[in-house]
């Protein structure tokens, strides 16, 4: 197996015991500064929904919603569904659906720093657009433009730190994308909790504020260092391998700038690495860049995320407590990605990626039984039962975040070989942003309809993506990113595939 030539294997042979280096601090802060662009996704998630429940921005931009919220309602349900709202929340991740595919030649190309400047900038036209919007027109270009950012941070912060990380600590570096995700959520939610005090402009200032992230991560694109994985790929060798001394502490790099040279060989001579994508022996990697970004939504975490004000009021909080439920859930999520960063390069991915599974089907079912009995169309929960429905969806969040949060985003990053690996991550990005896009468009319509069950319609889809990670994923953990392709050789169901 470890034998296996350039062009079946990327790498030609596993060099993983001559690598040298430590943890330097260059590297832990070029991630830190990177990881920054999670914040954009992170706080547009928060952001979005704590909005949509504010009475001054209904009142302007959707007042048949506001009319239903205001006046008492045949069916608790279905209060706020209406497709014009959603849009205003789905219509981003469309755009960034769009811009994470484009953004693959570009990051090829020009380099990861090159996409994130690129993110940074879109974000903050889009977050002064939709701060100043008088219609909803302007509102939604608004939204189209933060997409476009999203689009292209998402595509090209989680390669830039899965490529500067040392090997047995890119998990944990990794996620520095999600805690800044989960970050920017929490952020997001705490603004959202004051500005709904500032009647009737505080929607203004919450969407506003989107640029400040959007600053931090133009600026850290415009100071960090390019991957040494990438010059080398763009014909820069000695100043990849400059940089690889720098992130690694040591001169004695050759190991592994031997195997970032053997894959940036076959990438140069890879024209179209979409149509190279297709082929039989990346077969595993592309099953696993369109199923973890879908699974990933289809926990129903986003739901949670973009609409907890929303389902939170819809089931019979007040407004002021349900923005409050909402920050608390979004600090729970933010707090539980420190669990996955001290335990993924020691217990693993796929031990992480089963038991949060586990606990995530359970809590969905719990929510879906509290709520088939103790509350209707036309009734609301009482304080003892809100505040258990609030508890289990925080422990689902809790789940969530040690687990399919962080993981979603680092396994596709990590396991494509160097002449794919963007391609590879727009592909992830793009089913990613499709999915949270259906499901922001839907959501409101599925609960309106599905009411408890939509608990047990997102049970039913963690239940398979678990046995999906227990039957057909690899563990990643301590394994080189040039050579995470012998992995797929030696799994009891790949190897039949792709030798």
Known sequence: MPGGSIAAAGVPKERAEE?????????????LVAAVGGSLFGYDIGISGGVTSMDGFLEKF??????????AHENNYCKYNNQKLAAFTSSLYLAGLVSSLVASPITRRFGRRGSIICGGISFMIGAALDA????????????IMLGVGIGFGNQAVPLYLSEMAPTHLRGGLNMMFQLATTTGIFTANMINYGTEKLHPWGWRLSLGLAAVPAVLMTIGGILLPETPNSLTERG??????????????????HAELEDIIDA????????HPFRNILEKRNRPQLVMAIFMPT?????????????????????????????????????????????SIATVDKLGRRALLISGGIQMVVCQVIVAVILGLKFGSDKELSKSYSILVVAVICLFVVAFGWSWGPLGWTVPSEI????????????????NLFFTFIIGQSFLSLLCAFKFGIFLFFAGWITIMTIFVYLFLPETKGVPIEEVIFLWRKHWFWKKIVV
């Open 19 to 31: 690598y040298k280096g430590r943890v330097t601090a260059y590297v832990i802060i070029a991630c």
């Open 62 to 71: 959707f007042p048949e919603v506001y009319r239903n919220k205001k006046l």
């Open 132 to 143: 100043s919007a008088v219609n909803l027109v302007m509102l939604i270009l608004g939204r």
């Open 236 to 253: 820069f060798q000695e100043k990849g391998r400059k940089v690889l001394e720098k992130i690694r502490g040591t001169s004695d790099v």
């Open 264 to 271: 940036s060989e076959l990438a140069n001579s890879v024209e």
């Open 295 to 339: 699974f990933q939504i289809l926990t129903g975490i986003n739901s949670i995320l973009f609409y907890a004000p929303v389902l939170f009021q819809s089931i019979g909080f007040g407004g002021n407590a349900s923005l409050y439920s909402s920050a608390l859930t979004g600090a729970v999520l933010a707090s539980s990605t420190f669990i």
């Open 416 to 431: 494509f070989p160097l002449e794919i690996r963007s391609a590879g991550q727009s592909i992830t990005v793009a089913v």
